[in-house]
């Protein structure tokens, strides 16, 4: 009697299998989810194959660019943080690809890009990819400081997002400024060369509100990896919300660490590292994030030496976009409806800083 149960408990688990293969070589099949684990085995969705392919990250000449819409997920501390990647069907020798990267506000969900906006859409049309991140919370701090707010620290960081989340897609193309090594042949002696290299995909980071301070800093201290960034109703100089429960939640009251709100986290102290193009646009009826942020950022580029050294260097190479546009609507909120109207001047900038 033990034998036959046993027996059966195995039958059912094989019927099962069965079945879930059965399942996976389905039409069924075009929504998966995969985690990546850089320089390991990673599990690649392609929604138009009838069975998922094993490739490892470590192996650039196998990674390229993504050809279907794909979801995926990244761990964070114990989490998994989803991912969506949008490919662009609009692409010919007329419309290159490219890359966007949107980055959504505290506690605004991602994908509020492409149902509350017209952004999304307008950037697939375009030829962009559109990439999503689930940040949550997140303020797109470096680090957890030992008087952030505990559940803060559930949500992802920008150096998380960087290390974890982009970098390792540089292997595909996205966010790098080197081309990927292709058709890779193995000479008599072991040594591994390519016939010819890939040229990067131009990438291009867009936020609202704090994503807006992500994607300058990642554009700062990445500037290899965007050929543009835009930030819109963001808070990107803490010392001027000193009394801001986010920012004294995140970085520690001002009295007990001065040092911090003027450190890493604070754009306007660190305007002699841009080097990105950016697009800024803020709404003077700003009732959530003051639009003296965006004067603040602009007063500083305007005032550093470095900065409007590579404002006379980019217009040389540039005669349409400059290296920092700016707007500030009187009329406007912190809301989706200025969101709307202000991304996709964005992505009028970026088509002029890297024409068809």
Known sequence: MAWTMKYRRWLTALIALMMLFLYLGSDASASLFFQIKPKKPILCIDNSAKKPAIVNAADSHSMKPFANDTVYFVSYRNKLIRIEIKVSRNLSSDIPRKMLLLLPGWNCADTQWCTRTMVCSSALRRGYDVMLVEMGKSVYMDSLYPQMRVDYGEHPTRIWLWDDVLKPLQLRGYFTATGVPEDPVTLSNGRVVHKSWRLPIPSFVLGL??????????????????????GLSGDYNPLLMKSDNLMINCLGKYDDVPWRWGGTNNIVMRVDSLRVPMYLAHGFND???SWKQTESLLYGINHSKACQERLV????????ASFVRSEIVRSAGHDYVFWNQAGLKALDYFDELWPN
Do not use: D, Q
């Not at 300058?216 to 835009?230: D, I, N, R, S």
């Not at 260097?313 to 349409?320: A, D, N, P, T, V």
């Open 209 to 230: 509100s704090t994503g807006a301070r992500g994607a300058l800093l990642l554009a700062l201290e990445h500037p290899e990896a965007f050929k543009g960034c835009a």
């Open 287 to 289: 009732g959530i994030v």
């Open 313 to 320: 260097m980019h217009s040389k190479s540039h005669s349409k």
